[in-house]
């Protein structure tokens, strides 16, 4: 039976279902199959906070989306074009996110009258006209899951478990994935397990031959490969990412990978991933609670290792005194801050960009620290070796800053050469035959770093205030003065060490610039080059340094009459280049636990240029 297939410039595609439908999996999977066929993507995955919320129920839905395109994107879609829905509770959470006349796959078997009124109707939204306007296929992808998975040798129960790769497996014929690539990962993952292994390759081949067959799909929909610059591209995650970075800083810088965290979403992935390369010499421990694992990591540190700890803000809060400890010992030691909404526990799940403040000051006393932040998923990896460089160079904590929809999200990332990644130079002290003198400094105003235990280099170091020079305790007000502005001169400095702001500019005549940090990179371009296309002219720039900022942060902002900056909180960044430089900037806030979408910053750079 031949079909019609049309050509799309970009489609977004969503899967909804319970937590134990498997749509992360589902996600995952639509997701390497884009990958190989070229097509540039961008992903946002949408965890529940509850651990088990009762089945069928809205708290419960898990959600994948995925934007694939011929063409470059930057965002993983403000609506929908389909949504592939299992259970009555994923239609009613995500309908909203479908734009008007989108497709809707729904499991029809699923939608009983029990489960209606568990997801929080009052009348099946398949009858009731809830659905007018969408197009509507109400598929038994269950019923069907479990015919194909007859013979088998298994129960009903764990048939109906491969409902997921029916719906991949429809999906995937619709836009016209590759399905070597699902099976080749299936047999990876349960070829251990026969009778599994033969159910989901069953269900996968039974939603690919109803897609192929049924006459209720007249077409299917082809996106051709994106343009790329020639090179060895993988799928890569945030977290992923980061962790690769991590590993990469050590190789070039000859030190140990150290790092230590206690379990906290969404940054325990760091951890998992980091624990899985023990062939490059990773130590990776899992501590008793985030206060221990930030002193391991410092004492690694001061033994001579790449040091690293990592968290969420919760986590932050607790590590703000051995930070502290870490910014008077100057020591190397990397922070990594994966964001997620707060206050307090917050929404665990959810993304935010709300401890800019916290890593800025968040700490007793004048303690000042480097800020790096990543803006893409596969920034993190450049993230991640920039972090160590700056540390290991100056003898300081890093913060890396991270959020959750950068952690969990994914997009192509060209696999860079090793020889040009930079090299990190720790460059011990060594022995003079002079007195050693642990706190006298360079040119960066960077302290030695000696090994504990090397002959000559026997040294004092702790919390209390020391002396310019030996290092000794010190309570001398002069000396206490002169310690705390040499630390801030050596942040300060590393102004000079960074690139400098660029700005985008193409008219070099705009009225407005929009200013961001972070994960808002992906929709401040999305959004400008939507109101460039309307014929306003707006300029861009996008800060990867937070403190210090570049050296020339205030003489680009003081060069437009507007300034807009977008961010997932009550206006951090602003707030601090409004009281730096004294320009009139306005915040563009959102803090609901999802990106901001560029529909919404696009509206809103209308709203400022036409005031």
């Known amino acids: ?5 049309r050509e799309r410039e970009r489609i977004v595609v969503r899967f909804a279902g319970d937590s134990g439908d498997g749509m992360q999996l589902t996600g995952d999977r639509f997701t390497s199959a884009t990958a190989v066929l070229g097509n540039d993507l961008a992903t946002l995955p949408d965890f529940p906070a509850e651990i088990r919320a009762p089945a069928g129920t809205v708290h419960g839905v898990s959600a994948f989306q995925i934007q694939f395109a011929s063409n470059d994107i930057t965002t993983p879609g403000d609506h929908a074009d389909v949504l592939v829905a299992m259970n009555p509770a994923a239609l009613k959470a995500d309908l909203d996110k479908v734009g008007k006349g989108g497709v809707l796959i729904l499991n029809e078997d699923s939608f009983t009258e029990r489960n209606v009124q568990k997801a929080g109707y009052t009348a099946d939204p398949l009858q009731d006209g809830t659905l007018d306007g969408y197009q509507v296929y109400k598929v038994p992808m269950t019923s069907i899951t479990v015919r194909a998975t007859e013979g088998i040798g298994i129960g009903k129960k764990e048939s109906e478990r491969a409902k997921n790769m029916f719906a991949l497996g429809l999906v995937s014929w ?26 989901n390759v069953a269900a996968f081949k039974a939603g690919y ?11 299917s929909y082809k996106v051709e490969a994106a343009p790329q610059v ?30 230590a965290s206690y379990p906290i979403t969404p940054a325990s992935e760091l951890l998992h991933e980091l624990s899985r390369h023990k062939n490059f010499g990773v ?14 990591a410092l004492g690694a540190a001061f033994s001579g290792q790449l040091a690293v700890t990592g968290t969420s803000g919760p986590g932050i809060d607790l590590k703000a005194e051995t930070i502290g400890l870490a910014v008077i010992m100057e020591l190397p030691m990397i ?58 160079r100056y003898r300081t904590p890093v913060i890396l800053l991270s959020d959750t929809f950068i952690a969990n999200s994914s997009e192509p990332w060209p696999i860079p050469e ?29 302290r030695p770093w000696a090994i504990p235990g090397t002959p000559g280099l026997v040294h004092r170091i702790g919390g209390l205030e020391r002396q310019d020079g030996t290092g000794n305790i010190s309570y001398d007000a002069a000396n206490h003065e002169l310690m705390t502005r040499l630390r801030q001169a050596k942040v300060d400095g590393i102004a000079d060490d960074i690139p400098a702001l660029e700005v985008e500019d193409p008219s070099g005549e705009a009225e407005l610039l929009v200013l961001g940090w972070g994960s808002s990179l992906g929709t401040i371009t999305a959004a400008v080059a939507r109101a460039r296309a309307d014929g306003r002219s707006v300029a861009t720039a996008h800060l990867r340094h937070l403190n210090p900022f570049p050296t020339n942060t205030g003489e680009i902002v003081r060069a437009y009459r507007k300034v807009l900056i977008p961010e997932m909180n009550m206006g951090q960044l602003a707030a601090l280049i409004r009281a730096r430089y004294l320009v009139d900037a306005a915040s563009y806030s959102k803090v609901q636990g999802l990106p901001i979408f560029a529909e919404e910053l696009e509206h809103e750079i209308a709203r400022v240029l036409d005031e």
């Open 283 to 296: 130590v990776t421990i899992q501590a008793e609670d985030e206060i221990a694992a930030a002193n391991i």
């Open 335 to 392: 922070i990594v801050d994966v964001q997620r909404a707060g206050p307090s526990t917050g929404m665990p799940t959810k993304t935010e960009q709300a401890d800019l403040l916290l890593a800025m000051y968040g700490r007793h006393g004048e303690s000042p620290l480097p800020i790096v932040s990543a803006s893409t998923p596969a920034e993190c990896f450049t993230a991640a070796l920039e972090a160590a460089r700056i540390a290991v």
């Open 230 to 259: 020639p090179g060895t591209y993988r799928n890569i995650d945030g977290a992923t990412a980061l962790a690769w970075g991590l590993i990469a800083a050590s190789e070039r810088s000859g030190l140990p990978l150290f790092y």
């Open 174 to 199: 619709m836009f016209g994935r590759p399905t070597e690539t699902t099976l080749n990962w299936l047999e990876k993952k349960f070829g251990s397990r026969q009778e599994i292994f033969d159910a």
């Open 209 to 219: 031959n109803f897609g192929e067959t049924t006459e209720l799909f007249a077409e």
């Open 418 to 446: 090793v020889e040009s990644l930079p090299s990190i130079e720790p460059e011990f002290a060594t022995p003079n035959g002079q007195d050693f003198l642990p706190y006298s400094r360079d040119e960066k105003l960077a």
């Open 1 to 5: 039976m031949s079909k019609a297939v």
